[in-house]
């Protein structure tokens, strides 16, 4: 015992200098930062008559960017790096739509080397902002030295597309892996008890099994084909493609590639992906030609999509002072991330902090409508329980409530939409997963394999919940039947809020996952569209004209902003990059037992519905 006390004392006095070091470095770190922005230039910033708008994202798509700390979790940032960066969407929409009418823009030059892509439906969001742009007349440029799909989807909607000769254009489909840990759990002896309803709940899969079963393969494939073919449609309306490489088969492409040598770059560009192949040198020579030369960088005259956003109007930075000529509201609330008991983090629903915002929506007085954004797998089925109760609350106060799904809202995603008057959907949604599990890793074998054993003494025969000892016969009786019970409790509310049976929901329940444009034709949402059609239908449901949108808005303190600021810049995840992808996941996958946190141990999560192309 004595030397076991020894070594948790080092370890603790270990890590315990760590968090000093990494203060002292960050207070050196902001103190720089801070000297930097007091003596930095003060220049305004000019927009070049005639020259180009850079679209250049930065990380991955986003709603809305939230404050992410890498120290709040410094050993998820030693083991996997920093968060990527966030590009929030509608700053690429409003940027575009500004620049569309702006005589000093002359086209658009789409740079996507930090590019870190998105969910399909954001992508689309954003491939159609260009479209839109291109149909003011004005041309679009895209290059890279190698297009993976995220990018080359904004990419193809270029008026012309450019890749290095050393490089090509993946298109090769949809693809949605996830790890399995059956063989490494009982490597370590942990055992882990599940209870589910529905063959279609797939959540629990990877800790139970070494591989996807055929039902979860089979509804899986279901929804991802109807994402691809959302993605080659979109892709399509601006490229002429060549069908062989449109098939997806082996034997078509293969034949690409023989007609052609076996050179990627010729493929892309004589099946229609891209329109020639430069070099960068070329492409910015090309770029010249078309904005002239600027004397300082010696390149292209432009300038970066989020340097021209701060010469706009205010009205156009701050979209909370965009009004239609009245205090009366339409609040837009963002739902963003794994559903979790309590207040959870940034990245998080925190039940606590939700049923907070839309507590403060429904006694403000000029708030007469809400539009909840829903982008989450689910989780919690306590937490998400809290947050319907709000919501029928709001309602209740005569304020009606849409939801306006993002790139997912399933499970316990789809248990708070249903609470609301209206569900709006976007085709390449994922949602539905309407079904509900509960799960226990019990860790008594592990313990005991390395000399560790728990024992005591109880007042009761009534079964407790432990993950230090086997479970009992009637406490997995408890449990299971807590799960049926939910799973009664989904059904009936979302045959209740559809207006279905409750034979009707179930079979489309069990789990199965589908597709906004599925989903709004077996009933489950009743529109497809966005949020501003989600903004027009709340402000049409409260019975109002002259209304402002009140839009989230993300407060950060000074040190979030530095810290913020400086880790954007490194913290950029590149969509080729395939290891820090899988260190990415890995942080997901860890983070996983933090997000259970449920007080009843029970779940409504669709672990498989969070993908990128």
Known sequence: MEILKKVFGRIG????????????????????????????STDKVEVPKGGLLVLAPTGVLVDEATSINPFDNLSDTLLFGTPPAQQPVHEIERVLAYAATDDRIAGVYLDLRNFGGGGVSKLIRVANAIEQFKASGKPVYAYADFFTQSPYLLASQATEVFVSPMGAVEFTGLESLRPYYKSLL????????????????????????????????????????????????????SRDLDPRIVSGTEADFIALLEEHNNDLSQVSVHAGLVDGLKHRHEMTQFLVDIAGRDEDTKGFRGIRH????????????????????????????????????????????????????????????????????????GGSAMASEVIRQEILMLREAGKPVVTSMSTVAASGGYWIAAGSDYIIAEPTTITGSIGVFGMIPLVDGALADIGI????????????????????????????????????????????????????????????VWSGKRAFELGLVDALGGVENAIERAAELAEVEDYAVLWPERELSFRDQLLQNLFNSRANLRSDDEIKQLMQDAASSWSLFRQYNDPRGIYLRCQECVTRP
């Open 186 to 237: 009982e490597k370590l002896n942990i055992n882990v008890h599940v209870f589910r309803v529905g063959d279609f709940k797939s959540a629990v899969e990877p800790y139970i099994l070494d591989g996807m079963s055929d039902e979860a393969r089979d509804n899986l494939a279901i929804w991802l084909n109807e994402l691809w073919d959302e993605y080659l449609a979109t892709v399509q309306r």
């Open 453 to 512: 054993h728990y024992d005591g003494v109880k007042t009761t025969e009534l079964p407790f919940m432990t993950i230090t000892k086997p479970l009992t016969a009637s406490f997995e009786r408890m449990l299971q039947s807590g799960v049926d019970q939910i799973y009664d409790d989904f059904l009936s509310l979302v045959a209740e809020s559809r207006g279905m049976s409750v034979e009707e929901v179930h079979e489309v329940a069990q789990g199965k």
């Open 306 to 377: 989020q340097d021209y956003l701060t010469t706009l109007p205010v009205a156009i930075q701050q979209r909370n002072t965009q009004t239609h000529g009245s205090s009366t509201q339409v609040a837009v609330i963002q739902a963003t991330g794994v559903i979790v008991d309590g207040r959870g983090s940034p990245t998080e629903i925190g039940s606590d902090r939700m049923a907070e915002a839309l507590r403060k929506a429904r006694f403000d007085d000029n708030v007469k409508a809400v539009v909840l954004r829903v982008d989450s797998p």
């Open 13 to 40: 006095a270990v890590l315990s200098a760590i968090r000093r070091y990494t203060a002292h470095v960050l207070t050196v770190v902001v103190i720089v930062l801070v000297l930097s922005a007091i003596f930095s």
